[in-house]
């Protein structure tokens, strides 16, 4: 192929799906002159799977990516058509904001925001080949020829590596949405050594909301009061859409069983592993047979648009058997199917092969985000873009620093490291329950967490950190307030203890020491002892929060600073395992595979026991470390 000269960046981002425009967007932002090249420009951030953003776990990730300087959580609050918190019922841990988008708002704004962001090119083509140089990334070459040099490169192609589409008994190449595949790419990262994997995701069927009786349903309307995933976010959405809740039957239930030979993931057509945490409706029939029927969420794509997404009922199912299923739920008995649902089997490479900053251990330079490190989720993949562009930005722009997030910094941290630590044998979905301190990793307080970082990369303008500081200085001030006012017995206070079901007091008490029975919220301390000075619902939520959890939270921070004495236990890379004796072999060839960099992140290595700690410690602190011979 005749290759020509197309032009010299500090960055190139491969991909425009959610990793790659917060990579490009971070790397230009920065100052470092960025060029993103994607397949199809209309496609930039293209929602392929559920049109919504955010959720348990996901939701905080968002509020991360935005307190950092990232665009996911503005984006989305421009173009939402409905807001609802979970979990309010439950403690500030697991509290968690979704949102429905409108798929084509949410991709129209995006792409004008990389449009309008100097530094940053857009460009329309396939990246085939990396152009390494002694084992660096140097550059790309698109399948016109056109060579684009670069001082670091990032790789977010999605599930595009090499994609087949898998309906029944049809199999065919392509990308999601029936977009072009990446082929030659991925044979590229295997002549560079990569290990590839094969996993598979799929969605369902898309019907026209005409066709719903919605009668049959239940409704799912967003919540009254107004909210945002983003910290600088002031007009809120007050026009919301619902979403409708139906279910399946035993209707529906015969149909998937008498059809299970047809279908790709139990007739051995599909070799992908799937995600276990969103599984297909045929998978969840096999595996809970004793259910008699599965929630289906009917969602709205968007305002201009009568497609619906029939969440829950994600099948590659043979399109005819698709027709016959949803019309065994009485909402959707004469529904019309406007796109068939589908799995998509596709590459991505083992995440242990990638350093904690993303960037990859085999070539210097190259960085990867997203669905090709083996994860699902646009929030996943957002985070990691945001993340590898901020390290592949530093490092464009010659400066010697890295930003790697602890698991105690934010759920953005907790997903980097049990990539590159643990790997995944499954497109991988961040959980609640995957953060050990989530207690400090809420909601409510991603911006307290992260905006420093974020101001000192130039993400954060200057207006919003002033902004920031002044909250942060309030909150201060509102807690010392609660800690030194004393509210009297009166007959004022018993009654609005009283009012809630609370004990009356039998002596004054620090406001602050009120505010901790389960019973009292900062409300009603307002009423006993008002401030002067006007305070943000946030404000008073974080006051309130810090408070009332002030025994957890500090067991969590002393659970921290323990774990930091072992993270500040660096391991040089070139450290030789085979002369360490004492140790398991598992625990030997799984050290060798992930290289870690401290003492704390070998501890979390799979087959790395406390014994083999121990012997590691002890190795270490003699500092008679064997280094293995670069000869």
Known sequence: MQTYEAGNYDVVVIGAGHAGCEAALATAKMGAKTAIITISLDMIAFMYCNPSIGGPAKGIVVREIDALGG????????TAIQMRMLNTGKGPAVRALRAQADKVSYQQEMKNMLENEPNLELIQGMVEQLIVEDGVCTGVITHTGAVYHAKTVIVTTGTFLRGEIII??????SGPNNQQPSIKLSEDLEKLGFDLVRFKTGTPPRVNGKTIDYTKTEIQPGDEKPRAFSYETTDYMIDQLPCWLTYTNEETHKIIDANLHRSPMFSGMIKGRGPRYCPSIEDKVVRFHDKPRHQIFLEPEGRNTEEVYVQGLST?????VQHELLKTIPALKNVKMMRTGYAIEYDAITPTQLWPTLETKAVKNLYTAGQINGTSGYEEAAAQGLMAGINAGLRALGKDKKVILQRSDAYIGVLIDDLVTKGTVEPYRLLTSRAEYRLLLRHD???LRLTEIGYELGLISEERYQQFLNKKEKIENEMKRLSKIRIK???????LIRSI???ELKDGILASDLLRRPEIKYEHIKLLAPSEVELSHEIEEQVEIQIKYEGYIGKALQQVERLKKMEEKKIPFDIDYDAISGLANEARDNLKKVHPLTLAQA?????VNPADISILLIYLEHGKIARVSND
């Open 168 to 173: 029944g008994e049809l199999k065919y190449s």
């Open 71 to 78: 665009a996911m959580g503005k984006v989305i609050d421009k």
């Open 316 to 320: 590659s199912l043979p399109e005819e």
């Open 445 to 447: 307080n991603a911006d």
């Open 501 to 503: 079901g609370g004990s």
């Open 489 to 495: 017995p009166n007959e004022k206070t018993q009654e």
């Open 603 to 607: 501890s979390r290595i799979s087959g």
